[in-house]
């Protein structure tokens, strides 16, 4: 059971990822930025308003996923850290704890700063709170997968 | 947007200080107050984080409307990054 929902975390946060990203890339290309056939021009090309909701949404069920796999982490993963003194992992998820919350209490912020009609004032703060949620979700991510290489699925 | 900001710092004071709403008990699988030591050793952080919103809607809250539209919309990342880098200076010491 722990291990199909560690998977489904996995996968929730796959989509995250890809969907934050693109919103950041996009949000962040010049306006007038001239059409080319390269990848990454098209890859920014998106509509970066369009993905505010499904990320807010995406990040509130890798949440709950997540709050469910904590004991689990702690019961398990946590004293096998300790036993092989591996610190920086250790260190490394506590960081994910305080990004993750602090994600979930910044979404209303990110979320209202994409509500359509996009109000002008709120440019700024739009493209750096998508940036701030777009980092918070890679460390998380990258921190999850190198947790999961050390212990396993096995949890 | 004030409930995310003042959720934010409060988040940050809440693990700073030990400002668990509730603790949940590893042994014993339960949330709470405080239990007996047999209960295991707590998580504080579902704690922190029902402190961080509590304390974020009751400041969204009772400040008056005409403020908040004074709130310059820089804050609204301004306040979350200070946080985020309280919480990596807070935690560097796994790293030295």
């Keep these: 059971m722990m291990t199909a929902l560690l998977i489904l975390h996995g996968l929730l946060a796959v989509a995250l990822l890809g969907a934050v990203t693109h919103q950041a890339l ?4 010049p306006r007038n930025e001239p059409r080319t056939r390269s990848f990454f021009t098209r890859f920014r090309k998106t509509d970066a308003g369009a993905y505010g909701t499904p990320v807010a949404i995406l ?35 506590e960081l994910k704890e305080h990004f993750s919350a602090l994600g979930l209490l910044l979404l209303p912020a990110y ?14 703060a ?20 190198l947790l999961v290489s050390i212990k396993g699925l096995g949890v | 947007m004030l409930f995310s900001l003042a959720a934010c710092a409060i988040y940050t004071l809440a693990y700073y200080f030990d400002w668990s709403l509730f603790r949940y008990y590893l042994g014993t699988g339960t949330f709470g107050l405080s239990a007996p030591a047999s209960a295991g050793a707590p998580i504080l952080w579902y704690g922190w984080l029902a402190t ?3 304390g974020g809607a009751v400041v969204a809250g009772i400040t008056p ?32």
Excluded: H
Aim: charged share 15%.
């Design chain 1, 59 to 93: 990040f509130v069920l890798v949440m709950i996923a997540g709050a469910i796999l904590y004991p689990r982490y702690r019961l398990v993963v946590r004293p096998l850290l300790q036993t092989l003194d591996l610190r920086a992992a250790n260190g490394a998820f």
């Design chain 1, 111 to 124: 979320w209202s700063c994409w509500k359509q009609p996009l109000e002008p004032a709120y440019d700024g």
């Design chain 1, 26 to 29: 996009a949000a962040s290309a």
């Design chain 2, 65 to 96: 409307r005409s403020w908040t539209t004074r709130l310059s919309p820089e804050l609204a990342w301004l306040i979350p990054a200070v946080a985020m880098l309280a919480a990596f200076m807070y935690e560097l010491r796994w790293f030295l």
């Design chain 2, 52 to 54: 961080a919103v509590l």
């Design chain 1, 126 to 145: 739009r493209l750096w709170l998508t940036w701030i949620i777009a980092l918070t979700v890679w460390w998380n991510f990258v921190v999850g997968q």
